[in-house]
T-cell receptor
Framework: GEDVEQSLFLSVREGDSSVINCTYTDSSSTYLYWYKQEPGAGLQLLTYIFSNMDMKQDQRLTVLLNKKDKHLSLRIADTQTGDSAIYFCAEKRDDYKLSFGAGTTVTVRA | SAVISQKPSRDICQRGTSLTIQCQVDSQVTMMFWYRQQPGQSLTLIATANQGSEATYESGFVIDKFPISRPNLTFSTLTVSNMSPEDSSIYLC????????????FGPGTRLLVL
């Protein structure tokens, strides 16, 4: 099984908040990342958090990290149609390699 | 930050042939990686491209199938050899900016279809 797990799908109404959840298993992870992939495009780095932090906010994005439970979440405030994409959670190990979750497909409906 | 370009952006190839993908970074970086994203799947690390030495491959990937070059700190190539339809994927290179910034950026990917 994968070391990083995410729910596969999320449907949200435009203007509402989206919350994407992720769990990981490697307690030695140094950084955790959220990437966005739009159809036919590469991976866009959205935000990241260092493992000794519990929250990071960047405009509409809020990352929460519960290191004890190895749980990471990404909250997108005021979700817009342009936020429709696949969101990947990833953990960085000591050797700088990234381990990715399966990706959460977010669909924003009007 | 780092700006990464890949060539080609996409290709359609015949089985049994080989394709070399290029990755160019706009700054010198120590860590470069190659990933594969199979259709509808997540990303899987193929190898770490080490400058001045052989690449380090992950379990399930071998040098004969995916030879990698890293001649300097801004450039790398990945060759997909003796291709089969199962090699149809997106191939992405990434760089880690290392100490101080600790972010990992990805190229736009190369979309490969093998017939």
């Amino acid at each position: 099984g994968e070391d990083v797990e995410q729910s596969l799908f999320l449907s949200v109404r435009e203007g509402d908040s989206s919350v994407i959840n992720c769990t990981y298993t490697d307690s030695s992870s140094t950084y955790l990342y959220w990437y966005k992939q739009e159809p036919g495009a590469g991976l866009q780095l959205l935000t990241y958090i260092f493992s000794n932090m519990d929250m990071k906010q960047d405009q509409r994005l809020t990352v929460l990290l519960n290191k004890k439970d190895k749980h990471l979440s990404l909250r997108i405030a005021d979700t817009q149609t342009g936020d429709s994409a696949i969101y990947f959670c990833a953990e960085k190990r000591d050797d700088y390699k990234l381990s990715f979750g399966a990706g959460t497909t977010v669909t924003v409906r009007a | 930050s780092a700006v990464i370009s890949q060539k080609p952006s996409r290709d359609i190839c015949q089985r049994g042939t080989s394709l070399t993908i290029q990755c160019q970074v706009d700054s010198q970086v120590t860590m470069m990686f190659w990933y594969r994203q199979q259709p509808g799947q997540s990303l899987t690390l193929i190898a770490t491209a080490n400058q001045g030495s052989e690449a380090t491959y992950e379990s399930g990937f071998v040098i004969d199938k995916f030879p990698i070059s890293r001649p300097n700190l801004t450039f790398s190539t990945l060759t997909v050899s003796n291709m089969s339809p199962e090699d149809s994927s997106i191939y992405l290179c990434s760089v880690d900016t290392g100490q101080g910034e600790e972010t990992q950026y990805f190229g736009p990917g190369t979309r490969l279809l093998v017939l």
